[in-house]
């Protein structure tokens, strides 16, 4: 199963930029898709944005335009870099790869977006 560590989140002011980074155990190229979620407390947790093996994108209609997911495969790493935040965007981000049937999850970073 694939391992995944996320590290990149903290606390930042509005308006302001982060980058996440999602390092994956073995070789990535070999992952059918991978994604970034987020859970806010009291809230479920939702789909950021996603990269296929093909390096398809998909976004959150909420950080369209503000989000970008990017893979790397030499380097067994899925990037999100966050740029113009928002204090909704204010949550605890996982990173989720899948191959084949089987998932994994990451144990999330914090980012916390201030006004």
């Not at 980058?19 to 073995?26: F, T």
């Not at 990269?51 to 369209?64: H, L, P, R």
């Not at 740029?83 to 049937?101: I, Q």
């Amino acid at each position: 199963q694939v391992q995944l560590v996320e590290s990149g989140g903290g606390l930042v002011q509005v308006g302001g930029s982060l980058r996440l980074s999602c390092a994956a155990s073995g070789r990535i190229d070999q992952i059918d898709f991978m994604a970034w979620y987020r859970q806010a407390p009291g809230k479920q947790r939702e789909l950021v944005a996603a990269i296929t093996s093909g390096s398809n994108t998909n976004y959150a209609d909420s950080v369209k335009g503000r989000f970008t997911i990017s893979r790397d495969n030499a380097k067994s790493t899925v990037y999100l870099q966050m740029n113009n935040l928002k204090p909704e965007d204010t949550a605890v981000y996982h990173c989720y790869a899948r191959v084949g049937p089987r998932v994994s999850w990451g144990q999330g970073t914090q980012v916390t977006v201030s006004s």
